[in-house]
Each structure stands twice: as structure tokens, then as C-alpha cells.
């Protein structure tokens, strides 16, 4: 199986996530609204507690991901040779 590159998965992501967000503006200002409230300042610092506290921020990456899924990869591995409409196709590429 081949490694998954991080960096176009988090592109991926964040792309779909802020199309949704610009798409859904009332989604975007409750969003600000969570995120003020657990980040007053902006040196406020993201902690175990914060991360706990952010529902809606959660909620919102889930149902992005929902919509969007990463599928990046083979998401199926043969345990056998096969054969498709006389293609060979071996188990280990």
C-alpha cells in the first residue's frame, strides 16, 4: 500500500471546509462565535481543555468530511490474483 501524503489530504480538507463554510454563512459565524469565546485573545493558547470544549468546531469538521470524504489511495487490496473482463490484475502491485 502506498504511504498517504498528508499535505494533499489537509489541503483536501481545509479546501471543502471553507467552501462549506463560505457556502453557509450562519455556519461560519456560530464557528466565530465558539472560537471567540474559547480563544478570547488572539496568544490564547489551544489546549487539551479547549480542543474538549470545541463542539461546534468539531461538528462542523465531521459533517465537512462527511460531505467530502478523503479518498485518497486504494481503498480495496486484492488477497488474490484476479481477473477483470480479461484483465489480470495481481494481489501485490
Known amino acids: 500500500m502506498r504511504p498517504v501524503n498528508i ?3 489537509s489541503t483536501y480538507t481545509t479546501s471543502f471546509l471553507l467552501y462549506h463554510l463560505a457556502k453557509y ?3 461560519q459565524s456560530r464557528l466565530h462565535e465558539e472560537a471567540c469565546k474559547l ?3 488572539h496568544d490564547s493558547p489551544v489546549t487539551d481543555d479547549v480542543l ?3 463542539v461546534f468546531a468539531k ?3 465531521k459533517e465537512s ?3 467530502r470524504p478523503i479518498s485518497i489511495g486504494i481503498g480495496r487490496v486484492l488477497q488474490s490474483d484476479a481477473e477483470f473482463s480479461g484483465y ?3 494481489k501485490n502491485p
Open 25 to 27: 454563512p450562519n455556519v
Open 65 to 67: 468530511l462527511r460531505l
Open 59 to 61: 461538528a462542523v469538521l
Open 7 to 9: 499535505e494533499i489530504e
Open 88 to 90: 489480470l490484475v495481481p
Open 52 to 54: 474538549r470544549q470545541a
Open 39 to 41: 480563544l478570547p485573545s
